[in-house]
């Protein structure tokens, strides 16, 4: 385990990393940010130390970090009582153990794209919870890589990696550059580009095959959903059929269906 150190000053510049996280949260698009990761909770900081994140720092309470024993190896650990945790990053963390690593290099998609048989491609997804939610989906049930197209939300933000439980760490992933001419690689590469819609003219989802061999399932946000670019350069538009009245899901939950329904073919 990493050197343990006891700190008693909220001001100890040793713990800049987790200050004032209401305010900065470290996000490289806010004034100030630094763009580090940041993990929550025994079981998302376990993970985190288990990725290819490099770790900064640990700070808790001693009982969460004592813990974390196991699996940290070289990054510094710091403990301190939770009124203290709550003066340096801004708020009451129930969760009682925080940690910081730097980002990790983003793969190339052509590499990704050669070692999947399941992708996610994202359109618009700009919620973080929606997201954090998508890649614990996507860890749980065989998706191999997530794609980012136009208007996706930082899956490294803070939300995203608690609500993914620390999959968003696990799942790589990498921005598309060019929307939609990107998913021409995937088609190239044998994948099936199959859009996730509640349009009512769409193949009911599971009819027709659509799910066997390489997938790409093109899921956009809720409420604007696919934009009509993104449609048009899909192999197939399915839909999840549903009770009258009701026109969506959320779209991780629409996504888990998805998702679950490819493992069972």
């Given at each position: 385990m990493g050197e343990i150190v006891e700190v008693r000053d909220a001001n100890d510049p040793r713990l800049d990393d987790f200050r004032d996280l209401t305010l900065a949260d470290r996000r490289p698009d806010r004034p100030g940010g630094r763009g580090l990761v940041i993990a929550e909770g025994v079981t998302v900081v376990r993970r985190l130390l288990d990725s290819p994140y490099p770790p900064r720092a640990v700070?808790?309470?001693?009982?969460?970090?004592?813990q974390l024993a196991a699996d940290v190896a070289g990054a510094p650990c710091y403990i301190g009582s939770a009124e203290l945790m709550a003066q340096?990053?801004?708020?009451?963390?129930?969760r009682?153990?925080?940690?910081?690593?730097?980002?990790?290099?983003?793969?190339?998609?052509?590499?990704?794209?050669?070692?999947?048989?399941?992708?996610?491609?994202?359109?618009?997804?700009?919620?973080?919870?929606?997201?954090g939610g998508l890649f614990r989906n996507a860890a749980a049930l065989g998706v191999e890589t997530?794609?980012?197209?136009?208007?996706?939300?930082?899956?490294?933000?803070?939300r995203s990696v608690r609500v993914s439980?620390?999959?968003?760490?696990?799942?790589?992933?990498?921005?598309?550059?060019?929307?939609?001419?990107?998913?021409?690689?995937l088609r190239a590469a044998d994948f099936r580009v199959v859009a996730l819609t509640p349009a009512s003219d769409?193949?009911?989802?599971?009819?027709?095959?659509?799910?066997?061999?390489?997938?790409?399932w093109l899921l956009g946000a809720e409420g604007a959903g696919l934009s009509s670019a993104a449609l048009d350069a899909a192999d197939l538009a399915v839909r999840i059929p549903m009770a009258p009245g009701v026109d969506s899901l959320n779209v991780a939950t629409a996504a888990?269906?998805?998702?679950?329904?490819?493992r069972r073919v």
């Open positions: 700070f808790g309470v001693p009982a969460k970090v004592a340096v990053i801004g708020f009451h963390l129930n009682g153990v925080l940690a910081t690593a730097d980002r990790a290099p983003v793969p190339p998609v052509h590499q990704l794209i050669a070692r999947s048989q399941h992708v996610a491609v994202l359109e618009g997804i700009n919620d973080h919870e929606n997201l997530v794609l980012l197209g136009p208007g996706c939300a930082d899956p490294l933000y803070r439980m620390g999959h968003v760490l696990r799942v790589p992933f990498a921005p598309l550059r060019r929307w939609p001419e990107d998913l021409e690689a769409a193949v009911p989802l599971l009819q027709a095959g659509v799910v066997t061999g390489r997938v790409a888990a269906i998805a998702f679950a329904g490819a």
